[in-house]
Each structure stands twice: as C-alpha cells, then as structure tokens.
C-alpha cells in the first residue's frame, strides 16, 4: 500500500476514534464532503502533523464544505 493510503486509514482510524463513530460512518461522512480528496491532496503538510490537529483540520474541512453546500 502507498504511503498515502496508510496515512489515510490512520487519518479514518484517528477521526473515528476521536468522535465515537463507526468506520461505515466516517466513510459516509468522509464521501459527502469529499474528505478523501481532502487528504490525499493535503498528504505533504498532514503528514507530518500530530492526530489531534489531524482530526481538527478535518473537522474545520467538513465545517467549510457543509456552510458551501447549504
């Protein structure tokens, strides 16, 4: 697997943790708001983050993408 699907899955493990929910639910969470792109496009700077800001940059992502789609 390519370093960036690992970050993925940590990132998807770390926010899963983080807020309780189940993988099927951060997946479907992660889809609406396209987080997976997200991600894979922020690889180079999340990457060398900690989980805490990880989970809170995701958090801020999804916050801007539901204020666009509303």
Excluded: P
């Excluded at 926010?15 to 922020?42: E, H, M, N, P």
């Amino acid at each position: 697997m390519s370093k960036e699907g690992n970050f993925l899955i940590y990132c998807i493990e770390s926010y899963k943790s983080a807020k309780g929910l189940t993988g099927q639910q951060v997946s479907d969470l992660f889809s609406k708001y396209r987080v997976w792109d997200y991600i894979y496009s922020c690889f180079e700077a999340l990457h060398t983050t900690g989980e805490n800001y990880i989970v809170e940059d995701i958090d801020v992502y999804i916050e801007a993408r539901h204020s666009t789609m509303e």
